[in-house]
């Protein structure tokens, strides 16, 4: 099993700027992708980016130039940069991670961005 918690959301105004981190725990070997998706209410879980073992990067179209995701190995914990917020942005982010063919999450952290 994988352990993922996550930490950083809030409150923030229209343009500012938040910092999520996910660290992961347990049985991490061979974690090959991690990332971060979004759920806003009403709304079906989104991918937001996610980043490989050797770095490759994905963003969802909505976060690019925006939000950078970043991974440091040997704490076994990936970042999201989430600048130049927007009220569309509001939702829980859950921090993911794929091994094998499994993947696991983590409880959420709330990003609410207000107008």
């Known amino acids: 099993q994988v352990q993922l918690v996550e930490s950083g959301g809030g409150l923030v105004q229209a343009g500012g700027s938040l910092r999520l981190s996910c660290a992961a725990s347990?049985?991490?070997?061979?974690?090959?992708?991690m990332g971060w998706y979004r759920q806003a209410p009403g709304k079906q879980r989104e991918l937001v980016a996610t980043i490989t073992s050797v770095g490759s990067r994905n963003y969802a179209d909505s976060v690019k130039g925006r939000f950078s995701i970043s991974r440091d190995i040997a704490r076994n914990t990936v970042y999201l940069q989430m600048n130049s917020l927007k009220p569309e942005d509001t939702g829980v982010y859950y921090c993911?991670?794929?091994?094998?063919?499994?993947?696991?999450w983590g409880q959420g952290t709330q990003v609410t961005v207000s107008s």
């Open positions: 347990g049985s991490i070997l061979s974690i090959v992708d």
């Open positions: 993911y991670a794929l091994r094998g063919a499994t993947d696991f």
